[in-house]
């Protein structure tokens, strides 16, 4: 009995050596994937989108009545500054043109002639012969057909320079972009003939998300591209930023635009280039789906003891930032050169062997 007992309890440290054995050669060394953690700029590029608007849109007009004689641009054209866009047929203005000089002649031989009396005038009151009463009398006529020269020399300047609103002259360089008025048409001053967009006045307004507003600041850069003008970027700069939400949230952007060409119109669509956080320090960035919960707290697990591949799982526990599109900010727990394991997060465990 005594030698039964004693090769039942062989035979169960038989068995239980060989199941010590058979766990240990069976040992799962799990593979993960990582990154080593590297502090670096927080700078990234954000789009945003809006439309052009001209600054300079307008409508030209002429500034007195009368028929539109001729219009001579084409819609689409490009005009430089000075040139003749329009013509009125304004006859009043030229008659009243002649009439002023007419009248300027008149006032130049009427002061011709009292001039001549009073010259005459003059002897004759030197020798005695005249009073002193008519003497003076002859020199305020005098005065006065000189006077009546300056205000008729005036008036023909002021009906030359109303004559010349018969024509409407480009403000600047820019472009024709429709015609409002048809030539015979009769207008009265103010009437629209031509709508008109300077070419150097273009600018993008663009619509920020609450967001991102106070990531940007008046003066700096963005790259804008229009949907119409295939592969082509515009230079620009931040020139106004407004202070009201206007709609879903964000807020209007106006940006000079520097490298403007006849291309850029009014109403297109566009986008602009920012680099946000630019001027921020470093920061460090881990993919976001590398940290999990627990308890409330985030963490992360990283990879120590490595040797030929192999390494220990640590537990981290670290306090997260801002989301930055697929990763976030970390503000502490993680170190330089850590070696963080980014696939298999679920899978490990504090000590767990791995395989990298």
Not at 53 to 64: A, E, G, P, R, V
Not at 147 to 162: D, F, G, P, S, T
Not at 194 to 218: H, L, P, R, T
């Amino acid at each position: 009995m005594k030698k039964l007992f004693l090769i039942t309890i062989s035979a169960i440290f038989a068995i239980t050596g060989t199941s010590c054995a058979i766990n240990k050669s069976q040992e799962i060394i799990r593979p993960v994937e990582y990154i080593i953690v590297k502090s670096g700029s927080n700078a990234s590029d954000k789009v945003f989108f809006g439309y052009l608007k001209s600054s300079s849109l307008t409508d030209l007009s002429f500034q007195i009545e009368g028929t539109l004689k001729k219009i001579y641009v084409s819609e689409g054209q490009t005009v430089s500054k000075g040139q003749i866009i329009a013509e009125l047929d304004a006859p009043l203005y030229h008659i009243q043109v002649q009439e002023a000089q007419y009248a300027l002649s008149d006032a130049v031989i009427q002061y011709q002639n009292a001039k001549s009396y009073y010259d005459r005038i003059k002897k004759l009151h030197a020798a005695g012969g005249i009073s002193d009463n008519d003497t003076d009398n002859a020199k305020t006529k005098m005065e006065s057909a000189n006077y009546q020269i300056q205000i008729a020399r005036e008036k023909l300047n002021y009906m030359v320079h109303r004559s010349g609103y018969r024509w409407i002259y480009a403000p600047s360089d820019g472009i024709i972009l429709s015609k409002a008025a048809s030539e015979q048409q009769y207008l009265n001053p103010g009437a629209p003939v031509v709508q008109f967009q300077g070419i150097k006045d273009v600018e993008a307004y663009i619509f920020v998300s609450q967001n991102y507003i106070n990531k940007i600041k008046c003066t700096d850069s963005a790259k804008v591209k229009v949907d119409a003008i295939k592969d082509k970027i515009f230079d620009a700069q931040v020139k106004e930023i407004s202070q009201t939400s206007l709609e879903q949230l964000s807020y209007r952007v106006k940006l000079k635009i520097f490298n403007q060409t006849t291309e850029l119109k009014d109403g297109m669509s566009a986008s602009a280039n920012f680099e946000i956080n630019k001027n921020e320090k470093d920061t460090m960035l881990i993919p976001i789906n590398s940290i999990i919960k627990e308890g409330g707290r985030s963490i992360v697990y990283t990879i120590i003891k490595r040797n030929n591949n192999y390494g220990i799982i640590k537990k981290n526990f670290v306090e997260t930032g801002e989301l930055n599109g697929n990763s976030v900010v970390i503000k502490s727990g993680l170190n330089d050169g850590d070696y963080l394991v980014t696939r298999g997060v679920s899978e490990v465990q504090e000590g767990q062997r791995v395989k990298y």
